[in-house]
């Protein structure tokens, strides 16, 4: 297994260009499944979660190539889903990737039938998929959940049916696969208490060019009026909006001064709002935003909440900035029940952070000490990889593989902007 060393304490400069974003890709791929014929995707990140999701389409008889793109410029992904004849996602690719659960909607909806691995837990948090079996039984889906997997068939009538879908919460993949399935259902569909992330507006738009008539995506109520196919196309998937705010935070952490290319303010207001509260100055500049931060920025609170408040997925980034702030923060979580595994590795580092439930007390200190600490997930591998970049000596992140599912090459990003930092082979 890969580690990634960094020697800390300097301040990033330069430039810095965001890849596509894995949570707009994933879903817009397997919307690929449900039109007949070859969609190709543009800018699509290269990360361990698409390339687990292009074997998944293999399995499932959907071929899927790449064209390598410049370096840096993403890769053009090919999904021919034509030869789709198989519409079982199996344990062994489910479990090393949850977004699997997001073939589901268009199985059902493409071929009438689905047999998908529950997903199980991970380290965040139970994750249950509740609200998308509700939802897809509320559309005339029969499941049945046998031996660990989600068997879902049509009804008698052979197709999906328009209903009124509540959500209990707001679930972004949730929301994500009724859009899918209700796009082939016969009649209307209109869907209650939305997650309205970017990535879900990003999906509607993408259906919508395939031939989907779908209005609301953004808010939390959206109309799908079923059509009887869907047409392949040629899309371009948007910037991380997640990586971009991950980027931000490294130059906040550093009191560094960056350019993040096509970072885009209407993504993560909320998150713009809490550095630049925390002193930081963010200005638009060219397709970007550019950051320049204090040595040492002021404590903040934080809440995260599903969007538009302050995104759960770069709460463990802004918890390394607030751990060397000049003040005393408290951070919320309330959207997932275990996101805080990132805290006793950065406890191992000298941060003062105190963890009761769903909130950690964050006494930001003078400063942090490299150490060998331990990836737990995604983005507690990239708030560990921050605080590493401002620790004093040499900081060792272990399991890196946690990073590689959702950054590509996040090191080399960051030597551009002038980290000393390497990536380890692992034996
Ligand atoms: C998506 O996960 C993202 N993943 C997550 O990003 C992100 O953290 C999350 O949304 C919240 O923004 C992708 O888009 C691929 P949810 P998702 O359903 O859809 C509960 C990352 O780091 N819930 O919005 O799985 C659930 O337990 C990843 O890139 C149910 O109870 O999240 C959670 O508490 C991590 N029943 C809350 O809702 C359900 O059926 C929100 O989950 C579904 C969800």
Request: net charge neutral; hydrophobic share 45%.
């Amino acid at each position: 297994m890969d580690s990634i060393e960094i020697d800390g304490g300097i301040p990033l400069r330069g430039e810095v260009r965001v890849s596509g974003s894995k949570n707009a890709a994933l879903p817009q791929l397997c919307a690929a499944l449900l039109a007949p014929g070859k969609s190709t995707f543009l800018e699509v990140p290269d990360l361990a979660d698409v390339r687990t999701m292009g074997r998944l389409f293999a399995n499932m008889g959907a071929k899927t190539t790449r064209d390598e793109g410049a370096p840096g410029n993403g890769h053009t992904l090919h999904v021919d889903a034509a030869g789709l004849d198989n519409p079982e996602a199996p344990y062994e690719l489910v479990k090393t990737m949850r977004a699997s659960v997001l073939v589901l909607g268009p199985l059902v909806a493409r071929m009438g039938r689905a047999r998908v691995s529950l997903p199980g837990g991970c380290a965040i948090g139970a994750r249950p998929i509740d609200q998308h079996l509700k939802a897809l039984t509320t559309l005339g889906a029969q499941i049945e959940l046998t031996h660990g997997y989600v068997e879902a068939r049509l009804g008698p009538s052979g197709r999906l049916r328009g209903a009124l879908v509540l959500f209990d919460l707001p679930t972004v993949t949730g929301t994500e696969n009724l859009m899918m399935a209700a796009s082939l259902a016969d009649g209307e569909t209109t869907l209650e208490n939305c997650a309205r992330e970017p990535e879900v507006v990003e999906l509607a738009r993408l259906l919508i060019a395939m031939g989907a008539q779908i209005e609301g995506a953004g808010t939390s109520v959206i109309t799908i009026q079923g059509v009887r196919e869907l047409k392949a196309i040629t899309h371009t998937v948007a910037p991380d909006r997640i990586e971009a705010g991950t980027l931000l935070a490294a130059a906040v952490i550093t009191g560094g001064d960056v350019l993040v290319r096509r970072a885009r303010e209407q993504d993560l207001e909320a998150a713009l709002k809490k550095l630049r509260e925390a002193g930081a100055t963010i200005t638009p500049e060219g397709d970007g935003l550019r950051i320049c931060a204090p040595e040492r920025i002021r404590a903040v609170d934080l809440v995260t909440a599903p969007f538009p408040g302050f995104p759960t997925d770069l709460q463990a980034q802004l918890m390394a900035c607030l751990s060397v702030a000049e003040g005393t923060s408290r951070v919320i979580e309330t959207i997932f029940e275990n996101r805080y595994m990132h805290v006793q590795e950065m406890s191992r580092m000298g941060a003062d952070i105190a963890v009761d439930g769903h909130t950690a007390v964050v006494r930001g200190v003078a400063r942090l000490q490299g150490a060998q600490v331990m990836a737990t997930d995604l983005r507690a591998s990239a708030s560990l990889v921050l605080a590493g970049l401002r620790a004093e000596g040499t900081t060792t992140v272990h399991r890196v593989y946690h990073l590689d599912r959702g950054y590509e090459a996040l090191e080399k990003k960051l030597q551009g902007l002038g980290a000393r930092i390497r990536r380890v082979k692992g034996v």
